[in-house]
């Protein structure tokens, strides 16, 4: 068990709804990362919180868009869903920001948009 | 931009004998990470490599990190159908912020 909890861990919706997807870190990581894994591909960074703020971006659709809380959980909200946006999303969390923080992986969240 | 090249994408191999997954950057890395991805299941950290030239060995797996640290490889001797799995690399380029994962070498070992 990686201390990263993912919920829900399965979500089937259909396309143009909007989901919201939820990460708590480890205890006392203050980075949360977020990245998407379409079938058998790698894995895609889609953004990173740092402590509350936002500090990468990766390649993450306009569609879509996250929060970090006070309390340190995050969200990713995914809205106007398409076909393709069906994947297994991960959230990591990693002690602080630099290079050499282990990422800490959730268990994921299979998202299938009908 | 920052670009991961991981080879190859799959490697099919007999039980017992060994497989290589490299990762090549076009440049400089700070550092690079390996994870493990279990069928089925998520990412988890193998080893992280800093220094130029540095190896590091976790039992049947050995981990290079090149000299002029723009590639890495990592060595499993002979394989076990526990080995299976995809093998990522992830970097982090001298100066970059973000982390970058490879596209993965996805593994499959024959009894």
């Known amino acids: 068990d990686s201390g990263v909890t993912q919920t829900p861990k399965h979500l089937i919706t259909a396309t143009g709804q909007r989901v919201t997807l939820r990460c708590s870190p480890r205890s006392g990581d203050l980075s949360v990362y977020w990245y998407q894994q379409s079938l058998d591909q790698g894995l895609q960074f889609l953004i990173q919180y740092y402590n509350g703020e936002e500090r990468a971006k990766g390649n993450i659709l306009e569609r879509f868009s996250a929060q970090q809380f006070p309390d340190l959980h995050s969200e990713l909200n995914l809205s106007s869903l398409e076909l393709g946006d069906s994947a297994l999303y991960f959230c990591?969390?990693?002690?602080?920001?630099?290079?050499?923080?282990?990422?800490?992986f959730g268990a994921g969240t299979r998202l299938s948009v009908l | 931009g920052q670009q991961v090249m991981q080879i190859p994408q799959y490697q099919h191999v007999q039980e017992g004998e060994d497989f290589t997954t490299y990762c090549n950057s076009s440049?400089?890395?700070?550092?690079i990470q390996w994870y493990k991805q279990r069928p089925g299941g998520h990412p988890v950290f193998l080893i992280q490599?800093?220094?130029?030239?540095e190896v590091k060995k976790q039992k049947r797996l050995t981990f290079q990190f090149g000299e002029a640290k723009k590639n890495s490889s990592l060595h499993i001797t002979a394989t076990q159908t526990t080995d299976v799995g995809t093998y990522f690399c992830?970097?982090?380029?001298?100066?970059?912020?973000?982390?970058?994962f490879g596209a993965g070498t996805r593994l499959f070992v024959k009894a």
């Open positions: 992830a970097e982090k380029n001298t100066g970059g912020f973000k982390t970058i």
């Open positions: 440049t400089t890395l700070s550092n």
């Open positions: 990591a969390s990693s002690p602080g920001t630099g290079g050499t923080n282990i990422q800490y």
């Open positions: 490599l800093v220094k130029s030239g």
